[in-house]
């Protein structure tokens, strides 16, 4: 009974006494591991307080810049024509290369319509002519015997249809119409066959051999292979970049342009220039379009691949050259229109500059820094003016920032 009773009183014991012991230790181990951090940190603190964190940073230098332009557009042929039938007839031959794609050469006929009609229509105003003719010699004969009777028989003066004045006008005049109709009539016999009137392509064709067209009927699209256009729309603050005045006296004088397309997996470039513009904005999106001119844009010349209408091609318009701009990388701007500089004692100085232009890798700075200082490009997020920094060495670009970067090009 009592042994019972004392290992009821133990156990008793240790269910009031465990807690007790498990919380002063872990009381005590709490304490202990707070004192110690507080004493990691601090060392911590200490020591990041006593090293400035390390920039990477750029020399800010004055330069001359072309402020390209960047568009884009689609290649259109300069000169393209519906080929129209001018008679009507059937189609009797068409040219080897009358079809999509098809090339051709100035003078060669691309389509004959049956000219047989024409032909005899020819014939019939050749014998108009020749009795025109006859009537006209006819009427002069008369007319000479007419005036050598008067001279010999009558008196006073002869009028002029006694003379056979007018009806010499009139068969004149008949042999003249007859003369027209006979041209009228050799013109249709020509305009049977549809002639080429410049090298080029077929674009689209719409009859076969054997069919009946009308006069006025669409035959075929063609476009010549000597240029192509490009529209290229140019947003109104792009403009000032641009030396677009001169297109008003002489379309060779507008900016050259670089046209890129990629076939084959490879970049290929093509050069033009701009020869035109639009008169005014466009009313939806406030764009100026510059229309651009290919040569030879259609020709595969010197191992260059030939453009095609309708391919999408990206151009770069050369624009004008400044020479107090300053290129910066992008990873230079803090804030919108904040770059921080690195002043003599090695601290960050705020500086708000006017952004003239950005683009892919860099920004152009008109306003904001002097050149020749060291600008801030990398190695720090969250800059405090006044905050004391250490540079990279010389050469030494931060990871987030390239080598293209840290040397502006022109």
Same mark, same amino acid.
Not at 195 to 224: C, H, M, N, T
Not at 230 to 237: F, G, K, T, Y
């Given at each position: 009974?009592?042994?019972?009773?004392?290992?009821?009183?133990?156990?008793?014991?240790?269910? $009031?006494?465990?807690?007790?012991?498990?919380?002063?230790?872990?009381?005590?181990?709490?304490?202990?591991?707070?004192?110690?951090?507080?004493?990691?940190?601090?060392?911590?603190?200490?020591?990041?307080?006593?090293?400035?964190?390390?920039?990477?940073?750029?020399?800010?230098?004055?330069?001359?810049? /072309?402020?390209?332009?960047?568009?884009?557009?689609?290649?259109?042929?300069?000169?393209?024509?519906?080929?129209?039938?001018?008679?009507?007839?059937?189609?009797?031959?068409?040219?080897?290369?009358?079809?999509?794609?098809?090339?051709?050469?100035?003078?060669?006929?691309?389509?004959?319509?049956?000219?047989?009609?024409?032909?005899?229509?020819?014939?019939?105003?050749?014998?108009?002519?020749?009795?025109?003719?006859?009537?006209?010699?006819?009427?002069?004969?008369?007319?000479? @015997?007419?005036?050598?009777?008067?001279?010999?028989?009558?008196?006073?003066?002869?009028?002029?249809?006694?003379?056979?004045?007018?009806?010499?006008?009139?068969?004149?005049?008949?042999?003249?119409?007859?003369?027209?109709?006979?041209?009228?009539?050799?013109?249709?016999?020509?305009?049977?066959?549809? &002639?080429?009137?410049?090298?080029?392509?077929? /674009?689209?064709?719409?009859?076969?051999?054997?069919?009946?067209?009308?006069?006025?009927?669409?035959?075929?699209?063609?476009?010549?292979?000597?240029?192509?256009?490009?529209?290229?729309?140019?947003?109104?603050?792009?403009?000032?970049?641009?030396?677009?005045?001169?297109?008003?006296?002489?379309?060779?004088?507008?900016?050259?342009?670089?046209?890129?397309?990629?076939?084959?997996?490879?970049?290929?470039?093509?050069?033009?220039?701009?020869?035109?513009?639009?008169?005014?904005?466009?009313?939806?999106?406030?764009?100026?379009?510059?229309?651009?001119? &290919?040569?030879?844009?259609?020709?595969?010349?010197?191992?260059?691949?030939?453009?095609?209408?309708?391919?999408?091609?990206?151009?770069?318009?050369?624009?004008?050259?400044?020479?107090?701009?300053?290129?910066?990388?992008?990873?230079?701007?803090?804030?919108?229109?904040?770059?921080?500089?690195?002043?003599? @004692?090695?601290?960050?100085?705020?500086?708000?500059?006017?952004?003239?232009?950005?683009?892919?890798?860099? $920004? &152009?700075?008109? *306003?904001?820094?002097?050149?020749?200082?060291?600008?801030?490009?990398?190695?720090? *997020?969250?800059?405090?003016?006044?905050?004391?920094?250490?540079?990279?060495?010389?050469?030494?670009?931060?990871?987030?920032?390239?080598?293209?970067?840290?040397?502006?090009?022109?």
């Amino acid at each position: 009974m009592n042994s019972k009773l004392n290992r009821a009183f133990v156990v008793l014991l240790l269910k $009031i006494s465990l807690p007790i012991v498990l919380m002063a230790l872990g009381t005590g181990g709490a304490w202990w591991l707070i004192a110690h951090k507080t004493e990691v940190d601090e060392a911590k603190i200490k020591k990041v307080k006593h090293e400035p964190p390390t920039v990477a940073v750029a020399t800010a230098k004055r330069e001359t810049l /072309r402020l390209d332009v960047i568009s884009q557009g689609v290649v259109a042929p300069k000169v393209e024509i519906d080929v129209v039938a001018e008679v009507s007839g059937k189609v009797v031959k068409a040219h080897p290369g009358f079809a999509p794609g098809g090339h051709f050469r100035k003078g060669e006929m691309l389509v004959m319509i049956d000219p047989r009609d024409y032909e005899f229509a020819v014939t019939r105003a050749n014998a108009a002519v020749a009795e025109a003719y006859k009537e006209l010699l006819r009427e002069r004969e008369e007319a000479l @015997q007419a005036e050598s009777e008067w001279q010999a028989l009558g008196s006073g003066k002869a009028t002029e249809y006694v003379l056979h004045k007018p009806q010499l006008k009139e068969r004149e005049a008949k042999l003249a119409a007859a003369e027209s109709d006979w041209a009228a009539a050799k013109l249709q016999v020509e305009r049977c066959r549809l &002639i080429a009137p410049f090298d080029g392509w077929v /674009r689209d064709k719409r009859v076969l051999a054997g069919q009946y067209l009308s006069a006025g009927e669409k035959v075929a699209k063609i476009y010549a292979d000597a240029s192509a256009e490009v529209r290229l729309p140019i947003a109104s603050d792009q403009l000032e970049f641009l030396e677009l005045s001169a297109l008003s006296s002489n379309s060779q004088n507008g900016p050259e342009v670089r046209f890129t397309a990629h076939f084959g997996g490879k970049e290929r470039i093509w050069d033009g220039r701009i020869v035109r513009t639009t008169s005014s904005l466009d009313d939806k999106n406030a764009l100026l379009y510059a229309v651009a001119e &290919i040569p030879n844009a259609f020709k595969a010349l010197d191992n260059q691949i030939a453009l095609m209408p309708g391919q999408f091609v990206r151009a770069s318009i050369a624009g004008i050259e400044r020479f107090d701009l300053l290129s910066l990388p992008k990873s230079a701007l803090f804030g919108g229109n904040q770059v921080y500089s690195i002043d003599q @004692q090695d601290k960050l100085k705020l500086h708000r500059i006017q952004i003239l232009r950005t683009e892919n890798d860099r $920004i &152009i700075i008109s *306003e904001g820094v002097a050149s020749g200082e060291r600008i801030v490009v990398g190695g720090m *997020e969250l800059p405090i003016a006044g905050m004391k920094v250490k540079t990279a060495d010389a050469g030494v670009a931060p990871k987030s920032v390239s080598t293209a970067e840290l040397t502006p090009s022109r």
